[in-house]
């Protein structure tokens, strides 16, 4: 077995046993976007308004407190070598008055659990993560984004699947117990939801054993969105009337990726929405392979920003 192949199918927090609401995955998706290996510890602010922003979604107080709340006493099962591990996320989640801000203390234990997660497998995007309202889709595209470049996951047993999603509890009793139930209630919504909401277009395939279906995998090929946002933000402080701070903050990055320096290039970009637009889509367009720029891909941005002038092909 490769190591690769390892990594993908012993990625602890992503086949880990637990289950969380759409809320609850909402902030754990955005706190996981937050964690920067240069932070001197292991508390993070989340803004409400930002995550609000990229979801479309309002986020009352109490929801969000009772979402925390349960979140702290729910536990993460991870198998290692010798056996199991339980870990629970948080040391403390403060509610700052006035602020629209939740910071929340990482428990140490599962912190390089989260980078983990974050390094391994999640180049899947924030955006797309988060605008999934179904807890089921959520994890059904975490599970298919560590497999996009293959393009087929692993075989997965059902029964274990099912445990992981948190629908068999400790005694061994399903939630939805008919596999038909389990195809209507959680994978056809799921797949319907991913195929049209993220970059990723996947379908599933199932095994028999006997008269009853033992596994499933799922195909898993890149689609082209107009426009989104990848998971790892870079915050800024600019604004650009029209243009989402997500939208703008990623344009940055974007630029600052493909060594485009330049003041005045940058200057051009950046204040106008639909260069910032034409960044994103680009940026996209070259992630899910539907553009190839082998050579120069900023070159050939400001090209079709009409920033630069093509170059004449040489005489023959």
Not at 194 to 200: P, Q
Request: hydrophobic content about 35%; some cysteine.
């Amino acid at each position: 077995m490769s190591s690769e192949l390892e990594i993908r199918q012993h990625n602890a927090l992503t086949n880990a046993r637990y289950e969380y609401s759409e809320i609850q995955l909402d902030v754990l998706f955005f706190l996981i976007s937050k964690l920067r290996k240069d932070h001197p510890s292991s508390a993070y602010q989340l803004s409400i308004k930002e995550l609000s922003a990229l979801t479309n979604k309002q986020y009352h107080y109490s929801y969000l407190r009772k979402a925390t709340e349960d979140m702290g006493s729910r536990m993460f099962e991870i198998e290692h070598e010798r056996g199991y591990r339980q870990m629970w996320m948080f040391q403390y989640v403060d509610y700052l008055k006035g602020q629209g801000i939740i910071e929340i203390k990482l428990s140490e234990a599962v912190l390089p659990f989260l980078f983990g997660l974050k390094d391994n497998f999640t180049s899947y995007e924030l955006q797309a993560a988060l605008r999934l309202t179904s807890k089921y889709a959520k994890r059904i595209y975490q599970l298919c984004s560590q497999w996009k470049d293959l393009g087929e996951t692993k075989k997965y047993d059902l029964q274990e699947l099912k445990s992981a999603f948190g629908l068999v509890d400790s005694k061994g009793n399903e939630k939805l117990k008919q596999f038909g139930q389990f195809r209507e209630k959680v994978l056809d919504p799921a797949v319907k939801q991913i195929n049209e909401h993220t970059e990723l277009h996947i379908s599933y395939k199932l095994e028999k054993l006997g008269r009853s279906f033992k596994h499933i995998s799922f195909t898993v090929k890149p689609q082209a969105l107009a426009e989104s946002i990848p998971f790892d933000l870079v915050p800024t402080t600019q604004t650009l009337p029209g243009v989402p701070q997500s939208h703008y903050d990623n344009a940055a990055r974007v630029l600052d990726e493909l060594r485009i320096t330049d003041a005045r290039h940058r200057q051009a970009i950046l204040s106008s929405a639909a260069h910032v637009q034409e960044v994103n889509r680009y940026n996209h367009d070259l992630k899910t392979g539907k553009l190839k720029a082998s050579r120069n891909a900023g070159g050939l941005l400001l090209v079709r920003l009409g920033l630069v002038a093509a170059k004449s092909p040489k005489p023959a």
